[in-house]
């Protein structure tokens, strides 16, 4: 594993810093405390966002994706031959798309055809290729496809971020310290999506590290429940739920599961918007609606709670997140 580059620097330097490239400023995150949505819910709760769209490609992905692209470049498998074919709902797609042309590898995203087109275009924007799979198949039917394409392909390699270790281990030695770190140790609840289950593995286990009793609260689709009702389907909330339990989730560091209609998501993200002035995606919305779910019940009502926003809205513009009232 490699070292995440600070990405700030104190305003007491005498001297600024110069990155000595874009990929130095991945992490150091702000951690915002949402004020006015605590007042408006009349919460003693403590309602702390992880704000990932200040990541430099633009989502919490950028994370994992640059730890699984340098252990690669740094394994017996790489070469000058070497392309990267690999599966995505799409901000995984992007950050490794960043990072393929900000390093010269050749790569492919294979991504279900209903993701925003936002995506797909900053795909190809980066230099890569989109290979799309049909919708009714959800994300699984883009991890078949990129199987089927690596295994056709001598020079080909998936970097396989539902399987892959470094995913969440990306996430102890980076987002997790930052959220220790600027609570100063008073996290109490994580609300986090699940996608390939790598941020909150990840996150999770270095928190109950520090803190065993932290509690982690799931949150998936309600109409692709595979943790809660071991049931996959279609949903919207793009970056969440693939239909399968990824290979590294760790489902034992779950205190509670939440479920989340996609109404329900694009309703609170749309809210945030304009309450917090956080324009965020639709996965961020469903933890966002999650956790104002959880202040309801007591054992929540008064604990410090750190939301995962894990992207910005930008990438939305053609879903029903921006959709005409």
């Known amino acids: 594993m490699f070292d995440f580059a600070p990405a700030t620097f104190s305003s007491t330097e ?72 690999e599966a995505s ?108 289950g790598g941020t909150l593995t990840g996150v999770a286990r270095k928190l109950k590290t520090y803190k065993p009793s932290v509690k982690i609260v799931a949150v998936e689709p309600a109409s692709c429940p595979i943790l809660s009702a071991g049931r996959a389907g279609v949903h919207n909330i793009q970056g969440l739920s693939s239909g399968h339990v990824p290979d590294i989730l760790d489902t034992t560091l779950i205190s509670q599961i939440v479920t989340v209609s996609d109404e329900d998501a694009i309703a609170a993200a749309q809210k945030i918007a304009r309450l917090e002035g956080l324009a965020v995606g639709i996965s961020s919305g469903a933890t966002l609606h999650a956790a104002a779910q959880l202040i309801k019940q007591t054992e929540y009502a008064t604990k410090t709670i750190v939301v995962i926003l894990a992207d910005g809205a930008e990438r939305y513009f053609s879903t029903p997140l921006f959709r005409d009232d």
């Open 14 to 85: 005498e001297n600024g810093r110069i990155f000595n490239d874009i990929t130095e400023t991945i992490g150091k995150t702000p951690l915002v405390r949402l004020s006015k949505l605590q007042k408006q819910l009349d919460t003693q709760a403590d309602l702390l966002a992880k704000v990932e769209f200040f990541n430099p490609a633009g989502s919490i992905k950028d994370r994992p994706a640059m730890a699984m692209i340098k252990n690669l470049m740094a394994s017996s498998y790489f070469c000058d031959k070497t392309e990267i074919i």
């Open 89 to 196: 709902s799409g901000n995984n797609g992007v950050a490794c798309a960043w990072l393929c042309a900000i390093y010269n590898i050749p790569i492919t995203i294979v991504i279900p055809e209903h993701m925003s087109i936002e995506r797909q275009k900053l795909i190809k924007h980066f230099g890569g290729n989109v290979v799309t799979t049909p919708k009714a198949q959800g994300t699984k039917g883009a991890i078949d496809k990129a199987k089927e394409m690596v295994a056709a392909n001598p020079h080909a390699v998936s970097l396989d971020q539902f399987g892959n270790s470094t995913n969440h281990q990306a996430h102890s030695e980076s987002t997790a310290q930052e959220i220790w770190k600027d609570s100063a140790g008073s996290v109490d609840v994580l609300v986090c999506g699940v996608g390939t």
